[in-house]
């Protein structure tokens, strides 16, 4: 057990519709990822948040956004949702911007994402 | 997205036996990690590399970052069934704690 939490485990919506991944991080960190992994593409990066601000954007799309609350939760959400959005959506965390020792990222177990 | 470039792609191997799986890359990484994934479960590090030329060991598990900082060796010794999963490597351009470039996978099944 990594520590990091995330919720739903499953989700299955029809296409158009809006969903929301909740993460929450390992007690203590302050950063969170987001990484979507499909079939295709592999594990992408998605975003980054530290200690409640944007800290780096990856390959996320327009429709999907994401934030950092004041308790280090974090929740994506996925509007509009395509087909192509099918995926496995994990969420880490790490506790600084330093890395070493303990301080790399911890995944947690995701939630699959089906779109109808 | 970016990945980099992993092999073998799979791997059959007998319960006992040695395993090697690489993972190189077009451009420098000044951290390479590696993860193992396990069905419906997220990546779970193994080892973490900072150093090129360094070599590091976790238990049976071996890796290396290579000299040229664009590769990185991953190598188990005397398998055992729970080391069947997806290997990942991972790597990270800055020295902070920022995105991971995930490779492309290695899939060990351990034949009976």
């Known amino acids: 057990d990594s520590g990091v939490t995330q919720t739903p485990k499953h989700l299955i919506t029809a296409t158009g519709q809006r969903v929301t991944l909740r993460c929450s991080p390992r007690?203590?960190?302050?950063?969170v990822y987001w990484y979507q992994q499909s079939l295709d593409q592999g594990l992408q990066f998605l975003i980054q948040y530290y200690n409640g601000e944007e800290r780096a954007k990856g390959n996320i799309l327009e429709r999907f956004s994401a934030q950092q609350f004041p308790d280090l939760h974090s929740e994506l959400n996925l509007s509009s949702l395509e087909l192509g959005d099918s995926a496995l959506y994990f969420c880490?965390?790490?506790?600084?911007?330093?890395?070493?020792?303990?301080?790399?990222?911890?995944f947690g177990p995701g939630t699959r994402l089906t779109v109808l | 997205g970016q990945q980099l470039n992993q092999s073998p792609q799979s791997m059959f191997i007998q319960e006992g036996e040695d395993v090697s799986m690489n993972c190189t890359s077009s451009?420098?990484?000044?951290?390479w990690l590696w993860y193992k994934q396990d069905p419906g479960e997220g990546p779970v590090l193994l080892i973490a590399?900072?150093?090129?030329?360094e070599l590091t060991s976790n238990g049976r598990l071996t890796a290396q970052f290579g000299i040229t900082r664009k590769d990185s060796f991953l190598n188990i010794s005397a398998s055992i069934p729970s080391d069947v999963g997806i290997y990942f490597c991972?790597?990270?351009?800055?020295?902070?704690?920022?995105?991971?470039?995930f490779g492309t996978g290695t899939r060990l099944t351990i034949i009976p």
């Open positions: 880490a965390s790490s506790g600084t911007l330093i890395s070493g020792g303990d301080n790399e990222q911890f």
């Open positions: 451009s420098i990484f000044n951290t």
């Open positions: 991972a790597g990270r351009t800055n020295f902070g704690n920022e995105k991971l470039t």
């Open positions: 590399l900072y150093k090129a030329g």
């Open positions: 007690s203590g960190d302050l950063s």
